[in-house]
C-alpha cells in the first residue's frame, strides 16, 4: 500500500492516471483539492460535456441532504 499523502501533487495526479480505480488515492487526492482548490486544472478546450461527467461523478460520491 503506498501513503498517498505523503506524495507530491504531480505524483499523486500521474498515479491516478496510471490507476484510475485506486479509490484511496482519489479520496487524498480530493482532499488535496478541497484545502487548495486552484490546484485544479482542466486543459483549455475540454469538452463541456466532459467535465459535466466529471463533476456528475464527483458530486453522486458526495451524499446530498433531500431536506
Do not use: H
Not at 25 to 47: C, F, H, L, W
Amino acid at each position: 500500500m503506498k501513503n498517498f499523502e505523503q506524495m507530491t501533487t504531480q505524483e499523486l495526479r500521474d498515479y491516478i492516471r496510471k490507476n484510475p480505480t485506486d479509490a484511496e488515492a482519489i479520496r487524498v487526492r480530493m482532499k488535496q483539492i478541497e484545502s487548495d482548490p486552484k490546484a485544479v486544472t482542466i486543459n483549455y478546450g475540454t469538452p463541456g460535456n466532459e467535465i459535466e461527467t466529471i463533476l456528475s461523478q464527483t458530486n453522486n460520491k458526495i451524499p446530498k441532504n433531500n431536506s
